[in-house]
Structure formats: C-alpha cells, structure tokens
C-alpha cells in the first residue's frame, strides 16, 4: 500500500519521540501521585516576588507603560535589523548603506518625537497612576 510504508531511518526519530513521551507522561504522573496535598491559605495566594500582595488583580495602568512597551519593541526590532545589516554589510555595498542610514533616520526621528511629547517619562507615568487613584478615592 503507498504511504503505509515507514523508512527504516525514521525508526530511531520515532523510538526517541516515544521514550521521550513516555519518560514525560510517566514523571507527570508519578509527581501526581506522590506529591503532598496540603494547601493552606497563604500557599494559595498569587506570588508576587516575595511581597504580599496588595491592591485589586485588576488594577489599570497609566497607556505610557503600554507606549513605553511598544518603543522597547521597536528598539528590539531596529537591534535585529543593524545585526543582520552588519553581518551583511560586505555584500549589499552602497544601496545597503544608505538604505540603513534612512532607517535610523526614521527610527530617530520617532524616538525624537516621542522623546518631546514626554512618552519617555517614568515620573508622569506615575504621578498620572496616583491621580487616577485619587481622583477614585475622593
């Protein structure tokens, strides 16, 4: 029958795919078993880097976290974009320059802008966050 048939040199891949699944499934339920159950109140609670927690789960957060996030983003974008340019930089000549030149330009003048605007901010952030709360509060 066509398709049925199994090379003979997948059989070492499959051997492995089983015995891996088997030690993974075997070890998950071998800790189910025999793991202690006693939950305590204090145990159940969200771990939050070793301090209690504190406030609602939900809380809101001020947009220039989100903005802050998505330059940092960008910035990582821009990072992979000068690696490969400057493994490459030997075989794409003068287009390849000038091409990246009028990346970081635009990069720049993004960062520029943002930077004007107050995006960059930590101390805003912040200050708009605790009057968010006061204005909740009073």
């Known amino acids: 029958m066509p398709g049925t048939y199994i090379p003979s040199e997948y059989l070492p891949i499959l ?16 800790g189910s078993i ?4 006693r939950p305590y109140p204090e145990k159940l609670l969200p771990y939050e880097s070793g301090n209690p927690p504190v406030g609602e789960p939900r809380e809101r957060f001020s947009i220039k ?18 690696y490969s340019w400057a493994v490459a930089y030997g075989n794409i000549g003068l287009y390849g320059f000038w091409g990246m030149v009028i990346f970081i330009v635009i990069i720049f003048i993004g960062y520029a802008y943002d930077w004007k605007i ?20 009073g």
């Open 65 to 82: 976290f989100y903005v802050i996030a998505m330059l940092f983003v960008v910035f990582d974008v821009e990072a992979a974009f000068l």
């Open 34 to 37: 025999l793991r202690p159950r």
């Open 118 to 137: 107050g995006a960059l901010d930590w101390k805003d952030a912040n200050e708009d966050k605790d009057k968010d709360k006061d204005t909740k509060e």
């Open 15 to 30: 051997i492995a795919l089983m015995a891996a699944t088997a030690i993974v499934v075997g070890g998950l339920l071998f």
